[in-house]
């Protein structure tokens, strides 16, 4: 069933969530649109992708794994973190983001043993998408197998029609929870009105098949030479980026008491395989931009199926010196 929540009810939907979920949604800040904690009279950005991604919420910039120490009687002493264990609720989230989760989950919860914190974090969580009816200048995500209508990652897609939002389920936990809900189901011209929305945001998916085995074939090739001259090595297309998801472990404070952290790292970052030997496999840019490239593009649709890039454009809208992921795409021979 499709239900109809009009937009002056959406207030009373979002403060019920709010008490057993920690609920996130797009609001302004500082001119931009970002992910922000729910509380009343919070009027959630319903245009515009945000800035910053939902990653964060799931994996953390920063986040202390324990605390170490020793007893009085000189034994070890390890103390897990005090957190905020209500599950996440995200609304207003873009098809990209969302499917950027799932590919988080193949490397998070896919392997054996899961990552802990992570899954504490993603337990639970009810991801809710908005059709995106308007994509930004930057936005690719058709042709990355991607949709400004896609359910993939999703439990709820809201499609927002003059007057409200029409809500599928488009998960068992989606429709788990929308049976719990007392949304009216939406009229026939809604649902239209939805579909119309929908089927307008959807272009062609254009997925660049073969790539993964081409670029493997390319990774003596001259172009990635040309490819990195212009990458300053800040980083921020990795830090923006919703699928990157490189992290580094170290611990503060002394030999005997401090944290363990993990913290976000990068492959753009000229140390990040820096060996204790002195040695650095990946020595210059050339290096470290065909590593981005290969992960998204070759290692991990190799690994796991789809490309590990959703189109959201951010890489392409942070870079300071206007590095395009996708001409560098169309230079490879993939779709731009
Ligand atoms: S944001 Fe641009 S300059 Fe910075 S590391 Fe990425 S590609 Fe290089
Ligand atoms: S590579 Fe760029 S466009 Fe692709 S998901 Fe990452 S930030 Fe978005």
Not at 33 to 51: D, F, H, N
Not at 125 to 137: D, E, N, T
Request: glycine share 10%; with cysteine; aromatic share 8%.
């Amino acid at each position: 069933m499709v239900g109809f929540i009009p937009e002056a009810e959406l207030d009373r939907v979002l403060a019920r969530l709010a008490g057993p979920y920690r609920l996130y949604v797009p609001v302004s800040c500082a001119g931009r649109v970002e992910l922000g904690e729910w509380s009343p009279g919070i009027r959630p950005v319903l245009e515009g992708r945000a800035y910053g991604t939902a990653k964060q919420l799931f994996l953390p910039r920063s986040e202390e794994l324990f605390a170490f120490g020793t007893h009085p009687d000189g034994t070890p002493r390890v103390v897990q973190p005090e957190r905020d264990r209500r599950p996440l609720a995200l609304f207003g989230l873009r098809p990209c983001d969302a499917r950027a989760i799932g590919m988080l989950d193949q490397v998070f919860l896919g392997q054996d043993p899961p990552d802990d914190p992570y899954r504490e974090r993603r337990q639970g969580a009810l991801l809710m998408g908005l059709v995106c009816s308007r994509p930004g200048r930057a936005c690719f995500c058709a042709q990355v197998g991607g949709s400004p209508a896609g359910t993939a990652g999703l439990d709820l897609l809201f499609t927002r029609i003059g007057g409200g939002f029409c809500v599928e389920a488009v998960s068992t936990a989606g429709e788990a929870h929308a049976a719990q809900e007392d949304w009216p189901a939406a009229t026939a011209a809604q649902v239209a009105g939805a579909r119309e929305i929908q089927q307008a945001a959807a272009p062609a998916a254009m997925a660049t098949p073969g790539l993964a085995q081409e670029l493997e074939a390319r990774f003596e090739d001259e172009v990635w030479a040309r490819l990195h001259e212009k990458c300053l090595g800040c980083a921020a297309c990795t830090f923006f980026c919703p699928t990157c998801h490189c992290f580094d472990v170290m611990d503060a404070g002394s030999y005997d008491h401090g944290t363990r952290l993990r913290c976000w790292d990068s492959c753009m970052f000229p140390k990040f395989t820096l060996h204790a030997s002195g040695h650095n496999p990946r020595l210059s840019g050339k290096e470290r931009m065909r590593q981005r490239v290969m992960h998204k593009f070759c290692y991990y649709p190799l690994r796991f199926g789809p490309e590990a890039c959703v189109g959201c454009g951010r890489c392409i809208e942070v870079c300071p010196v206007n590095l395009d992921i996708r001409a560098v795409l169309a230079e490879l021979g993939g779709s731009e």
